[in-house]
Each structure stands twice: as structure tokens, then as C-alpha cells.
């Protein structure tokens, strides 16, 4: 089993590397929508797949880091790199303060929680003219010349998602995850060891908003602007989408659900009338037919054959 | 202030809560019997506006158009709510997240199908003739619409507490929402009930959209701008209380209603703040039961 | 003393659970709590333990009251707990579950510098192997039977090295075998590492079988406690039990 997904990880980084060769520039830009997307997911099933809570405001922190890197740049005149790290803990502190209070509610309440946070802070990014130059978003910013072209733009994001991907898979893997997966799988039982629900719900929380903030601000430069749009809450339902497409309860899952959401974006059209009325299709769907996702369908099919093959020797 | 401006805000409020509390009715009703939170409770909210502000529109001219309006939007939701809760069955017996992500997928489903049916602009409601114009009392001049409004919350309020307290189907409502194993035990047919429920729930919804309509504008926002609000009403409240809904209706509105006063671009800001501190405090709401 | 309870009361609404329950526990003691369906035992548990906390008196452990804090922190004084119906973490597996505890009980429950499969994986191995479940271990815990699912809850609260164990119902649901080995477990532990343990049962063989002390609970109240023989003599047990058959 490890064979497999090792193999089938190191495909998809040979491709992911590649891809910029002879590739049209188009493409490049969808790959670079992709990993973004991907790492949004990522910081969401933080929450959802690991620690059990449902979020639908992960908008708010891509909305703030995305924010962050425009405003230290443009207001503050700062350079890209120093805004761009900068960002980080701008995103963490807001994600501490919202966290702190979303983790005192569970499941519904804690939804709606985050739900009205991120409505809150739509409201204050599109009113808040001075600052935020409001429903006009801020424009232009662009990213350093080094990084001036879709290909080493694209080699860019790669690098950043990567990295924060490791990151995520480490914490998955840490004693810390392993806590984590305790409260999602029996907040009662968890908490009869010792575990303080409270503290570490908060936790998740922050590290699923530096994350989603990290994929805010990639995002801030691959499209040279940042607007309200980015907090709304519709924008908060893509990430819940891609992850229940490819499966909560992989590590992987949300990165193969934002691959077949990109792609399905770019053919069905982002802007068209209908964007919502998709998402909201395929989140019924699943939920009803797939709750594993595509991922966790895949792996299913793969442990069958496994143990089939199993049987099959011990037979023999 | 003077006393006469802060009974037009008090009344301003009263009146929104009243909104608010029909809405919070509905949710707290399906809740309680069927342990599931309906997100989509502002869409249905909308989609009761939308239809009877159109239904009134197409019957514009005859007497009595707009109550009829109003009663047609409650029924269509309804039948809507019918629909979702016959989609939401297979559901029942999953894990909570499965049925908030299904009622969150309707809102998006619902809020787009509003847009592609109607349009994304706003449009103003006009109130109905006999309601347009301001009453005194007692040197107060309040908008004779408002206490319609209030009027009606008043009566559904009365009316559902009659309901509960005399009816053989309110006395099984609060049996379900006491032990629902043990209603279905005795023999009472759990899906009729269900559906029952989530209908009345619905036709409140959409009634309280065309109601509330004349008060401001509609438009494609208003599905989640409402659906906040009535959250932070049965926070406040307690998930599990009607009696709860009553006050924090009436807390939130005023809240609002105030707030509009100090910060007329962000009044939500407050009715957050109110949410925030009694999640803090008393996390089961005023008058709620501990959830755990 | 290891645990003293003092006039605990417990209502909800008009129902009173639990009504001045006042006894003591020292450490190394094996004790029964009986009682008839419905008499609180459960509810005493939770009161213990922190998931409820009491209208009225004061529980104390190890001379410190515990009656006030919340359920994980009074799991780190030392009581551990294993549920009536079992609580295992079902999409872990079954090491990893009682990795977590073992996690909780040192304090690296927050660790994000360690490789979690490897930490502490020798110990619950060995934790496994005590109750029997290591050839199970990589399976995911809620694949189990409930029988073995019973066992991974008791290796939970094991790992945390409690020192006063509370065990709901330990043998439901188990075959005349599997009861018996619970028995010899539950003695085993409460004699090798002295470990105290107070435990709910119903079914009176396993009482009178292990239990050197027996408390009994009816309509909230403690009726009786004392060694078995004589609480199985004591005229109010019997008119208790008796009372809900007849």
C-alpha cells in the first residue's frame, strides 16, 4: 500500500515539475490555481477531516492574507518577501483571536460561528473604504520580476505549497495530529484522558488559518489584485467542496479534490450564473453518494484488492 | 435621544425581532424534533419573498392581493421544505456534519436558482393599502405596518403555543422533542411527523419572507444576511427553547435596531458581539438546555 | 483516602439522581457499586469524573477537591475512566489509540516534535499485549468487535497510569469466557500495580466474584457498603432488588 501511494506521489511531482515545459501559458496559470487551491483545502480539512469541525468561514483567513500582502505592500510600500512573511503572523493573530472563540462552540454552533466571523469581515473589507478601498479591492500588485513570469511564478507557488505541505503532513503525523484526531473521532473519550477540548481545538484553528493565509497571499500576486470576493462566503464553500470531493479522511484527499475542482472550473466557467448552484450539486451529491470522496472511494477499492490478493495467498 | 425617538427605534426593533422571531420558531421547531439544523432556513426566508412579492405583483390590483401573497409564499415554501426534507431522509441517521453540509449545499443551491429566476438587483416592496401610512399613540408616531408586524408575530406566537399546548399534534411535537425514540415507539409515523414539522417550519419561513418584504428591499443577499441574524437568535436563546427565541428575538432586534444608530454601515458588528459573549459565558444560550 | 465523596446530590430537573452519596475509597481497594437500574450508578461515575458536576457536596482525591474542575484535569490527577458503551477513537487504529493516551499521559499531547507513530510505540505495544489485543494492533479500532472494542476501552484508560480506575459495566455484552478473563484482568491489575479500582456491575457472580468491598446505590441513595457477604444479607439490598422484580 505504501508502495503505491508513494509511487503515485512521486508521479504527480514529476509532473507538477515539469509541466511549465512546452506547456501553454494558460495552463501554467490553471497548475498555479490548482496548488493554491489545493493548500486552501488542506488548511480547511485541518479542521474538518482531522479535528472534526466544521468550518465554513476558511475564506476569512485567505481573505486576511491575501489582505495582509496587498496592504504591506501597496500602503506600506514594503517588498514583496518581507510583506509576504509578514502576512503570516498577521493571519495567525486573527485566526488566534476568531479561534478563541469559535473553539468554545462545537459542531452546529460552531459552523454558524464561523460562518458570521467570515460575514463580518466581508462586511468590513467592502466597507471600509479607506483602509480596504472597498468593493474596488486594491489592484496592482505585482509580484517581484524575478518571479514576472506564469513559469517562475508557478515554480514559486510549487515551492511554498510544497513546503507547507510537508509542514501539514508532519503535524498530521505528530503527536499533536494524533490529539487532534482523538477529539474528532470522540471529543467525550479524549477528554476522559486528559485532553483539554478547548485548547486544542483553538490550535487547529490557527494552524488552518495560517495556511489558508499563506494560500491568500499566493493568490494576491498571481492575480495582481485583491477584492471583497476573496472573503465572501461563497468563497469559503471551495474548500469544503474540494475536500469532500477527494476525501476528508486522506491526507491527500483535499489536493486530489482541488485538481478535479480546478479543472471543472476552467470548463464550466468560474463566472458563470451557475457557480454556486455547482458547488451546491456536488456537496449534495457527495454527501449522499461518495462520503468518502473520490479518494477515499479510490482507497477503498484499493484495500478490497488488497485484501483479496491476501486471501488469495493464504489459499495458496 | 428623546423619549419619543428611542420608542420609534424600540418599536423599530420589536418589529425586525418579530421577523426574526418566526423564523428562529421554525428552526427551533425542526430542531427539536427532528435534531437537525436547517442552514437553509434563510434561503427558504428568501424564496418566500421572492414568490410573493411576485405572486402580488401578477395579482396586482385585487383586494386583499398582498395577504394573499403572503399565504401563497408561506405554501410554496413549504412545498419547497417538503422537498428538502424528503431529500434530507437517507440522512438522518449520519453524523451531524452530513446534514449541515447537505442544508449548506441547498443554500447554495437555492441562492443561485433565486439569482437565474430573478435577478441579482434589488426591489422594494410596497406596503399594503390600509398599512401605508403612521399611526400617533400617546405622541409616538410609529409606521402602522410596524405593529402589523408585531401584531402577527404576536398572534403566530400565541397561535403556536396553542398549538402545543392543546393540540394532539403539538402534544406529540413536544413528546418527540422530549424522547423522539419513544414517539416512534408508541407508533407515530416518524417520517409524517418530519415532514410535518419541517413543513410548518417552512410555510413560516416563507410567510415571514413576504412579510417582512414592505420593510426593506429584497435581493440575493438576503439569504445569508437573514440566516446570521436568526443563528445568533438561537444562540442566544437556546437551541432547544421556544420561550428562548421569544427574548432573544426581541434582544437581537433591539440590538440591531440600536446598533443602526451607532454604526449604520455594520450594525450586524453588535448582534455579533451580543452572540460572542453569551457563547462565552453561557454557551447554552439564556434559557436553552446544556448541549454538549 | 484516596477518593471521598461527601454528600454528593445531583437532580436534573425534577429527577434526583444522585441524593447525599458520602463514602470513602482507599488506595488499593477493589470495590463494587451495585444498585438496580436507574439507582445513579452512572451518574455517580460522571460526578467522579468530572463530566457532571455536583448540585450539592464535595468529592475529593487524594485529599484535594476535585468536585470543581473540569474532566480532563481531574484525568490528570489520576482517575481514569472507561465508559459503559464503548469509546474507542473508531478511525484510529488500535496502537494508535492507545498511543493518544499514553500521549496524554506524558504530557506530549501538544508535541509537534516528535514522529507519532514511533513515539511511545513500544509501551503500547506492551499495553496491548496485557489486554490481549496486539495481534490486532494496525486494524482500525472501529472495525473491532464489541468485545474486543471493550478491552481497547479498558487499555485506554490503562495507559494513562491512573490510580483510581472507574469501570462502567466492564463485562457487558462479554461470553461466560470473556468475563472471566475481564475478572482476572481487573484483579490482576488492582493486585500487581495497585491500581484502585471501583467498577459497576450487574451481573452479581463478577461482584461477589473479584470484589472485596461492595457500595450499593437505589433511587440515588447509597443503601448499603460493606464486604459482600454482608451487603448480600442486608435486608434493604434484598427488598431493593427484590422490590423492582416483584
Known amino acids: ?316 | ?292 | 483516602m484516596l477518593l471521598s465523596a461527601e454528600g454528593v446530590s445531583k437532580s436534573f430537573g425534577a429527577v434526583a439522581a444522585v441524593t447525599g452519596a458520602t463514602f470513602n475509597i482507599e488506595a488499593g481497594e477493589l470495590v463494587a457499586l451495585i444498585g438496580p437500574n436507574g439507582a445513579g450508578k452512572s451518574t455517580l461515575f460522571n460526578l467522579i469524573s468530572g463530566i457532571l458536576k455536583p448540585d450539592a457536596g464535595t468529592i475529593a482525591f487524594d485529599g484535594d477537591r476535585i468536585s470543581s474542575l473540569p474532566p480532563h484535569r481531574i484525568a490528570h490527577r489520576g482517575i481514569g475512566l472507561a465508559f459503559q458503551v464503548s469509546n474507542v477513537f473508531s478511525r484510529l487504529s488500535v496502537l494508535e489509540n492507545i498511543q493518544v493516551a499514553l500521549f496524554s499521559a506524558r504530557g506530549k499531547s501538544g508535541s509537534l516534535w516528535s514522529f507519532g507513530p514511533r513515539t511511545l510505540r513500544e509501551e503500547a505495544r506492551e499495553i496491548l499485549a496485557a489486554i490481549g489485543l496486539l495481534e490486532l494492533a494496525g486494524l482500525s479500532a472501529g472495525a473491532l468487535a464489541q468485545a474486543d472494542k471493550k478491552r481497547l476501552e479498558v487499555g485506554i484508560a490503562l495507559a494513562v497510569r491512573p490510580r483510581l480506575l472507574l469501570l462502567d459495566e466492564p463485562t457487558s455484552g462479554q461470553s461466560m469466557e470473556e468475563t472471566d478473563s475481564t475478572m482476572a484482568l481487573i484483579r490482576r491489575i488492582n493486585q500487581e500495580q495497585a491500581l484502585t479500582v471501583l467498577f459497576i456491575e450487574h451481573k452479581m457472580d463478577v461482584v461477589f466474584g473479584i470484589a472485596r468491598r461492595v457500595l450499593v446505590l437505589h433511587n440515588g441513595r447509597l443503601i448499603a457498603d460493606g464486604e459482600p457477604r454482608t451487603v448480600r444479607a442486608n435486608e434493604q439490598v434484598q427488598k431493593a432488588y427484590l422490590g423492582e422484580t416483584g
Open chain 2, 1 to 292: 435621544m428623546t423619549l419619543s425617538g428611542f420608542v420609534n427605534q424600540f418599536v423599530s426593533g420589536l418589529t425586525f425581532g418579530m421577523v426574526l422571531f418566526l423564523l428562529a420558531l421554525g428552526l427551533v421547531l425542526i430542531f427539536g424534533v427532528m435534531r437537525v439544523v436547517n442552514f437553509a432556513h434563510g434561503s427558504l426566508y428568501m424564496v418566500g419573498a421572492f414568490t410573493g412579492y411576485f405572486v402580488w405583483e401578477w395579482l396586482k390590483g385585487m383586494t386583499g392581493s398582498f395577504w394573499v401573497s403572503v399565504i401563497v409564499a408561506g405554501l410554496l415554501v413549504a412545498a419547497l421544505g417538503l422537498v428538502l426534507e424528503y431529500m434530507l431522509r437517507p440522512l438522518y441517521a449520519r453524523e451531524h456534519s452530513d446534514q449541515i453540509l447537505f442544508t449548506y449545499g441547498c443554500v447554495l443551491i437555492i441562492g443561485d436558482l433565486v439569482k437565474w429566476l430573478w435577478g441579482g438587483q434589488y426591489h422594494s416592496v410596497p406596503r399594503p393599502p390600509g398599512f401605508q401610512g403612521r399611526i400617533e399613540l400617546g405622541g409616538v408616531v410609529l409606521p402602522t405596518y410596524y405593529l402589523l408586524v408585531i401584531g402577527v408575530g404576536v398572534a403566530t406566537g400565541l397561535g403556536l403555543w396553542l398549538l402545543l399546548a392543546r393540540t394532539k399534534l403539538g402534544k406529540i411535537i413536544r413528546a418527540a422533542v422530549a424522547d423522539r425514540e419513544m414517539v416512534g415507539i408508541l407508533g407515530i409515523r416518524l417520517p409524517r411527523l418530519f415532514a410535518g414539522v419541517f413543513g410548518i417550519g417552512a410555510f413560516l419561513a416563507g410567510a415571514a419572507g413576504m412579510l417582512a418584504a414592505p420593510l426593506g428591499s429584497i435581493g440575493s443577499g438576503m439569504d445569508v444576511e437573514i440566516i446570521v441574524a436568526v443563528f445568533a437568535v438561537v444562540i442566544v436563546g437556546g437551541m432547544g427553547s421556544f420561550l428562548g427565541a421569544a427574548l432573544a428575538s426581541l434582544i437581537i432586534g433591539e440590538v440591531y435596531s440600536f446598533g443602526i444608530l451607532v454604526l449604520p454601515a455594520a450594525a450586524q458588528v453588535f448582534m455579533f458581539l451580543v452572540m460572542v459573549v453569551v457563547l462565552v459565558v453561557r454557551p447554552q444560550g439564556l434559557i436553552g438546555a446544556p448541549e454538549r
Open chain 1, 1 to 316: 500500500m505504501k508502495r503505491w501511494s508513494a509511487v503515485a506521489m512521486m508521479a504527480a511531482v514529476v509532473v507538477l515539475l515539469a509541466l511549465p515545459w512546452g506547456v501553454r501559458e494558460y495552463n501554467i496559470q490553471l497548475a498555479n490555481l490548482f496548488l493554491i487551491g489545493a493548500l486552501f483545502a488542506l488548511s480547511f480539512n485541518v479542521l474538518f477531516g482531522y479535528t472534526g469541525l466544521l468550518s465554513f468561514g476558511q475564506a476569512t483567513f485567505f481573505g486576511v492574507g491575501a489582505y495582509a500582502l496587498a496592504l504591506l505592500m501597496k500602503k506600506a510600500g514594503l517588498s514583496f518577501a518581507l510583506a509576504f512573511v509578514l502576512s503570516v503572523p498577521i493571519t495567525a493573530v486573527t485566526a488566534g483571536v476568531i479561534g478563541f472563540f469559535c473553539s468554545r462552540a462545537t459542531e452546529f454552533f460552531f459552523s454558524v460561528l464561523t460562518l458570521a466571523f467570515g460575514q463580518l469581515l466581508f462586511v468590513v473589507a467592502s466597507k471600509w473604504y479607506t483602509v480596504t478601498a472597498g468593493d474596488d479591492g486594491i489592484q496592482s500588485i505585482f509580484p517581484p520580476t524575478a518571479l514576472g513570469s506564469a513559469t517562475r511564478y508557478y515554480y514559486f507557488t510549487l515551492a511554498v505549497v510544497a513546503l507547507c505541505t510537508a509542514a501539514l503532513w508532519w503535524i498530521a503525523r505528530s503527536p499533536f495530529g494524533y490529539t487532534l484526531q482523538s477529539i474528532r473521532d470522540n471529543p467525550q473519550r479524549s477528554e476522559a484522558i486528559g485532553i483539554n477540548l478547548r485548547w486544542y481545538r483553538w490550535m487547529a484553528f490557527v494552524v488552518s488559518g495560517v495556511f489558508a493565509g499563506v494560500a491568500g497571499a499566493l493568490f494576491t500576486t498571481f492575480n495582481w489584485a485583491v477584492a471583497p470576493t476573496e472573503l465572501e462566503w461563497t468563497k469559503s464553500a471551495e474548500p469544503v467542496v474540494m475536500t469532500l470531493l477527494g476525501g476528508p479522511h486522506l491526507f491527500g484527499g483535499p489536493i486530489i479534490g482541488a485538481a478535479i475542482f480546478t479543472f471543472f472550473q476552467f470548463y464550466l466557467g468560474k463566472h458563470t450564473l451557475f457557480w454556486a448552484f455547482s458547488m451546491g450539486v456536488v456537496i449534495l451529491f457527495v454527501v449522499r453518494f461518495m462520503p468518502g470522496g473520490v479518494g477515499g472511494y479510490l482507497w477503498q477499492r484499493v484495500q478490497a484488492a488488497r485484501d483479496a490478493s491476501r486471501k488469495h495467498a493464504a489459499q495458496r
